[in-house]
């Protein structure tokens, strides 16, 4: 015999559904009160715009007085930046903040910056098209090529490529790209890492310690001549 369905107890049934959804519903609010905002996507067009013009205001010039119109720097200590792997130049701009990278003129500038400004200024010089480098000294072409191709293995020294490509691209998020960049700039940063005035890389700062000044020309010159 079928049992007859009381009107009441519908009503009672529906009554605690419904609290028991507004519960629900509360604590789901609360959590995304609560939550901590999205992160902002980068903006390359904004970070063009600082990096073209600067900001008078708070006495920050535009990065190109010194990189170059697109990141293409024409000054040979100066590193182009152009193509440079996004995630790898705000890494540089916060490590600029900190003393494991200090440098003069880039520590000033990068604390000036918003950790937004670092990121939009990143993703736009990621956009830009890098101009060809090229090598200068023949003679040690061929050393060059053989660290960067294959390391020294009797000094433990790994083969560059293994990091950065053998086009000298670099691996995105993880390694910079090398290839074009200046001689001069190059050799700089090895003698830096290895000196330990640079130490944001404990793996370029082991190889670099590795390296004879006559092989840090050798592969500097190799790399400004990849494409």
Do not use: W
Request: charged share 20%.
């Amino acid at each position: 015999m079928n049992r007859v369905f009381q009107p009441a107890a519908c009503a009672a049934i529906v009554k605690s559904l419904l609290a028991s959804f507004l519960i629900v519903g509360s604590a789901l609010a609360a959590d995304a009160a609560h939550a901590p905002p999205a992160a902002a996507k980068a903006d390359p067009a904004k970070g063009g715009s600082l990096y073209d013009t600067g900001d008078n205001a708070r006495g920050l010039p535009a990065c190109a007085s010194c990189h170059g119109a697109g990141g293409n720097s024409t000054i040979n200590t100066n590193p182009r930046l152009a193509g440079q792997v996004g995630a790898y130049l705000h890494k540089q701009l916060v490590d600029f903040t900190t003393p494991a990278r200090n440098q003069p003129v880039m520590t000033t500038y990068a604390k000036m910056l918003s950790e937004d400004e670092k990121k939009n200024i990143a993703a736009y010089l990621a956009t830009q098209q890098p101009k060809q480098g090229a090598a200068r000294n023949k003679d040690m072409l061929e050393l060059g090529r053989k660290i960067y191709r294959g390391g020294i293995a009797d000094r433990g020294v790994a083969a560059c490529a293994s990091c950065h490509g053998a086009t000298g691209s670099g691996i995105p998020a993880q390694y910079p790209r090398v290839a074009g960049q200046y001689q001069d700039y190059t050799v700089a940063q090895l003698q830096a890492f290895k000196a330990g005035t640079r130490s944001n890389s404990p793996q370029m700062a082991t190889l670099a310690k590795r390296l004879s000044d006559e092989e840090m020309k050798a592969v500097a010159d190799y790399i400004a001549g990849l494409k």
